[in-house]
């Protein structure tokens, strides 16, 4: 018998191979077939949807199916994962009456636990989605909406990308300039921009701005730390200074161009606030840092750090206030908090509020609320506590007080749901109540000058009434009747702007990490309108 490789035609190869398979398969004793892995299945019914709208008609909805005549006592259709009343049944049609309280979603028919997909159904509200505001967003998170004396706004963020406009001849890193309706200006002098995420911009009185992060360079120019100081028109504030020359052959070499604001921190500015011609950083940190150029040459730069904790106060030239969260007479800085920061907020004082998933601050107990007063130091006249993480609070200018949202479910000993409204002492507006919130938990809750209050989550339903991630508040707590209307949202609120446009209607911007917006994909911005 030939070996394998003396066989030289590939037919005669085949033969011998299939001559072997078969003697293999033949001397192999006979297994019995594996049952049928799909016996038991359920008959397909034959139902489809014809159309990929529905007819709506005051308050009754007709979709296009077919198939559903026979199973018209088993039929069950539901919008949103809420469920309609059949009220009538042909051969190529079914009629529902809306529910109350409905938001924009699927519609699917069930039967006998069959699920048939239909049409995305858009309710219309008073919420509905501006569609003169651009909807090309940014490609990453919108941290910060600064608007400015002339209207246009500025942003801030972790994207590289807005609108699409970024190109090599003209980046878009961590900060953008647009009109009102979110159209990207190219009159920014911001050049290449931040190397890393800006998490933070506020406006000097004099038109510079100061714009906090996690940046170590802007515009390629190298030695920052995290806070600088942008001129009026975008460009990196900077100066002129005397540095070692190593190189004596090299005049040029005694001086150096760099940040003119010589003050940050060694980590991460979340929150950035201006009082009294101070800078105030809030943020994930734990030096003050400050540069040394009489003892730098221009490739190394000095550096002095002080230790102080995830909060300080600088001077507008950036020199550390040493009687802020600080204790002078020792040098050394106060305790840190054990847990970390998620959101602060100034009170018209300069007092500052702060929260998040620490229970103990500057050795003091502080259960995920404090105050800090003028000199950084817990306010112990400042009431607050609750029983688990807070992640924003909001301060409403109108009213004075503060929209608080988290995984708590106590403040200050009253059940709370997750959202209360506090009054400028700590204490709490029992004028607002949070009703039952399943599936998950607000994230962000701010209330508008016209008394109606934003909140989102990860929640499914609020008093028992579908609310996927998003909802609109009256002051007291209830659901806004017939504001309600938007479906599905996926993602998380950082920053809120709101305005009245040109027909008096309240207008708001929504800007943070958000992908989906009434079941429609969106790219982290979008404006809404609040109709009467």
Request: hydrophobic share 40%; charged share 15%.
């Amino acid at each position: 018998m030939k070996r394998f490789k003396d066989i030289k035609h590939p037919v005669h190869f085949f033969f011998v191979l299939m001559l072997a398979v078969v003697c293999f398969t033949a001397c192999k004793k006979t297994e019995p077939l594996p049952e049928d892995p799909y016996s038991g299945g359920k008959d397909a019914l034959g139902i489809r949807f014809l159309t990929t709208a529905a007819v709506i008609e005051g308050n009754s909805m007709t979709f296009s199916a077919t198939g559903l005549v026979p199973y018209k006592d088993k039929l069950h259709l539901l919008i949103n994962n809420v469920e309609a009343t059949i009220t009538s049944v042909t051969t190529n049609s079914v009629t529902v009456t809306t529910p109350n309280n409905l938001s924009s979603g699927p519609a699917v028919i069930i039967v006998d636990e069959q699920i048939f997909f239909g049409p995305m159904v858009n309710i219309a509200g008073k919420t509905e989605v501006d569609a003169t505001f651009s909807n090309l967003g940014a490609n990453s998170m919108i941290s910060q909406i600064l608007p400015l004396p002339n209207g246009n706004l500025m942003m801030v963020g972790s994207f590289n990308n807005y609108a699409q406009a970024a190109s090599e001849k003209q980046p878009i890193n961590g900060i953008v300039l647009t009109n009102q309706n979110g159209t990207y200006l190219n009159t920014l002098n911001s050049k290449k921009g931040a190397n890393s995420s800006v998490n933070a911009i506020a406006r000097l009185s004099n038109g510079q701005f100061m714009i906090g992060g996690s940046f170590s360079s802007f515009n390629n120019r190298k030695g920052m730390s995290g806070v600088t100081r942008l001129n009026a028109d975008g460009s990196l504030d900077t100066a002129r200074v005397e540095v070692v020359n190593l190189t004596p052959l090299i005049p040029s070499n005694s001086y150096d161009t760099v940040a003119r604001f010589n003050g940050g921190i060694s980590g991460t500015a979340s929150k950035l606030f201006i009082h009294n011609n101070q800078i105030i950083v809030q943020g994930n940190f734990n030096n003050y840092a400050e540069h040394f150029y009489e003892r730098s040459t221009r490739d190394r730069k000095v550096v002095g750090y002080t230790k102080i904790n995830n909060v300080l106060r600088m001077s507008l030239e950036g020199k550390m206030d040493s009687t802020y969260n600080f204790d002078k007479a020792a040098g050394t800085a106060l305790e840190a908090g054990n847990g970390s920061i998620y959101d602060a907020a100034m009170q018209p004082d300069g007092k500052l509020i702060m929260v998040g998933s620490f229970t103990r601050y500057q050795a003091q107990t502080a259960n995920y609320i404090l105050r800090l007063d003028n000199n950084g130091r817990v306010d112990p006249s400042f009431t607050a506590s609750a029983n688990g993480p807070i992640f924003s609070v909001r301060y409403n200018v109108a009213n004075g007080k503060y929209m608080l949202a988290g995984a708590f479910t106590t403040y200050n000993g009253t059940p709370v749901n997750g959202l209360v409204r506090i009054n400028a002492d700590g204490s709490i507006d029992a004028s607002f109540t949070a009703l039952d919130m399943a599936g998950g938990f607000p994230t962000f809750a701010a209330q508008l000058s016209g008394g109606k209050i934003i909140v989102s989550g990860s929640f499914a339903s609020y008093n028992n009434i579908i609310r996927q991630g998003f909802m609109i508040l009256n002051a007291d707590g209830t659901l806004a009747q017939g504001y309600n209307n938007t479906g599905r949202f996926i993602g998380s609120i950082s920053d809120i702007y709101e305005k009245t446009n040109s027909l008096g209607y309240p207008t708001v911007i929504i800007a943070g990490f958000i992908t989906t917006f009434d079941a429609k994909p969106v790219n982290n911005i979008i404006r809404i309108v609040l109709k009467p």
